[in-house]
T-cell receptor
Framework: QKEVEQNSGPLSVPEGAIASLNCTYS??????FFWYRQYSGKSPELIMFIYSNGDKEDGRFTAQLNKASQYVSLLIRDSQPSDSATYLC?????????????FGTGTQLKVEL | DTGVSQDPRHKITKRGQNVTFRCDPISEHNRLYWYRQTLGQGPEFLTYFQNEAQLEKSRLLSDRFSAERPKGSFSTLEIQRTEQGDSAMYLC????????????FGPGTRLTVL
């Protein structure tokens, strides 16, 4: 079982729709969770982090965490073509000593006009 | 704050050559990380510094790889006797004392080994 799993996609949504990106993790003791956006050929850009169960909203982005189900999601409201990118889920597992992030392989999002 | 910077942005080398990359973290960030990313994969952790001390190394970091952060500011990553399998994007990230696990990435150095 991979430590962090994401559907590779591509996930296609029409402009203005809600995009829902999902991630599961294997280490139940993980405490912090991150979403990075990565445009083709560029480096990852941090867009959201969440530590507690529930929802965290920042503009058009909402991160959702369910530790019991070991599940993290990212919702993007009013999706724009500029949101087309790969979204990486990252987890800071306790086995990593709290000093490294373990990433999924990313989900490619395509927002269509 | 200026962001994390990396140099060079691109490096093409022949197999067997040595290469060195530099990373300058965000000012006053005391933690610095190196990751490697290949096509279609997420970044993989290589090593981590707190100030000048290298505190963790991945088993991915073979004996040909060495990293330093001599004054607790910038860091270098050297790869000796490069192999074609070393071709990847090498990413540097940094985090602060107060938010140690919130890591910000630099633009990366793309290495191509011919």
């Amino acid at each position: 079982q991979k430590e962090v799993e994401q559907n590779s996609g591509p996930l296609s949504v029409p402009e203005g729709a809600i995009a829902s990106l999902n991630c599961t993790y294997s280490d139940r003791g993980s405490q912090s969770f991150f979403w990075y956006r990565q445009y083709s050929g560029k480096s990852p850009e941090l867009i959201m982090f969440i530590y507690s169960n529930g929802d965290k909203e920042d503009g058009r982005f909402t991160a959702q965490l369910n530790k019991a189900s070991q599940y993290v999601s990212l919702l993007i409201r009013d999706s724009q073509p500029s949101d087309s990118a790969t979204y990486l889920c990252a987890v800071n597992p306790p086995t990593g000593g709290g000093n490294k992030l373990t990433f999924g392989t990313g989900t490619q999002l395509k927002v269509e006009l | 704050d200026t962001g994390v910077s990396q140099d060079p942005r691109h490096k093409i080398t022949k197999r067997g050559q040595n290469v060195t990359f530099r990373c300058d973290p965000i000012s006053e960030h005391n933690r610095l990380y190196w990751y490697r990313q290949t096509l279609g994969q997420g970044p993989e952790f290589l090593t981590y510094f707190q100030n000048e001390a290298q505190l963790e190394k991945s088993r991915l970091l073979s004996d040909r790889f060495s990293a330093e952060r001599p004054k607790g500011s910038f860091s270098t990553l050297e790869i000796q006797r490069t192999e074609q399998g070393d071709s990847a994007m090498y990413l540097c990230a940094s985090s602060s004392r107060t938010h140690t696990d919130t890591q910000y990435f630099g633009p990366g150095t793309r290495l191509t080994v011919l």
